[in-house]
């Protein structure tokens, strides 16, 4: 082992640390907050501070290293990378609503297709919603400048890509620890959120891979978190609460298939390289 790379292990185990502990204690404290008092300003700041530490921390790394901040990957590179930031937007779309319908093949009798919705009015609304979460990508940044920007190009030099796609998953399911520890079914949430951070790592890989930038992935997690609101499908919030777990496996289906599919183009690249 040389030096240099004992230096870079050394370097990603205080970051990821550092990550870990202060984002969960912050995220532990502020939904503690909220739990009593819905609409606090302190646990609201806590929350979102949560979600940009990892970028903080990396900028903050890179300082002390003294390399420039454009190596976590933040030039948007869109004039040479446009038809990506297409795809990853229709990629963010499908893995929303084919997760959304798919209730509807399992339970046709208790989940109602909202016809009303496959109208033109309703698809003008998908497009502003969007378009805000292509703007609100933004907030995304201070979570993907640190995973996508700072950690896996370290990671993979190391051990490879598809091994640090799994390393990343594992890491990012532990962040969210801090929101899931006061839940119900807590080991079966943090299964599923592995999934499903492994399926969503895949494809963040790909599309930074492809960009150079980190832009993409924060794109697609922001399309991934705010569309869901724009639902095609209905059902009783008693049907939901019952099934919960159910809903959860049914709609990993579709986002498997699709990790599967760039995970194949991962190894396509990595065999052209």
């Known amino acids: 082992m040389s030096i240099k790379n004992a230096i870079k292990k050394s370097e990603i185990k205080i970051y990821i640390l550092l990550c870990l502990i202060i984002t969960n204690i912050l995220w532990y404290v502020g939904y ?21 530490i990892p970028g903080i921390i990396a900028i903050i790394m890179c300082k002390l290293k003294k390399e420039k901040i454009k190596t976590l990957l933040l030039l948007p590179n869109i004039k040479k990378s446009w038809k990506y930031y297409l795809i990853a937007i229709l990629v963010g779309l499908i893995m929303v609503y084919s997760t959304d319908i798919m209730p509807l093949l399992f339970f046709p009798k208790d989940v109602i297709l909202i016809t009303e919705n496959i ?11 969007t378009i805000f979460s292509i703007l609100a990508s933004i907030v995304l940044l201070g979570e993907e400048l640190g995973w996508m920007g700072y950690l896996f190009p370290r990671l993979e030099k190391l ?12 890491i990012r399911t532990i962040w969210h620890l801090g ?25 963040l890989v790909y ?8 832009f993409p992935s924060a794109i697609i997690h922001s399309i991934t978190n705010i569309m869901v609101g724009l639902s095609f499908v209905s059902y009783t919030e008693e049907f939901y609460n019952n ?26 690249d990595k065999v052209k390289n």
């Open 207 to 214: 599309f930074t891979k492809k960009t150079n930038s980190v």
């Open 119 to 129: 109208s033109l009015m309703y698809l003008f609304k998908i497009i502003l919603f």
């Open 159 to 170: 051990n490879g890509t598809i091994l640090s796609i799994f390393i990343i998953a594992i």
């Open 32 to 52: 503690g907050i909220e739990e009593k008092e819905t609409g606090n300003i302190i646990a609201l700041i806590l929350i979102y501070l949560a979600s940009f």
């Open 179 to 203: 929101i899931f520890i006061r839940m119900d079914d807590i080991v079966f949430l943090i299964i599923n959120l592995f999934i499903s951070n492994l399926v969503l790592q895949s494809i």
């Open 243 to 268: 099934n919960a777990i159910q809903f959860s496996l049914i709609g990993l289906i579709p986002l498997i298939i699709i990790g599967i599919i760039y995970f194949i183009l991962l190894s396509k």
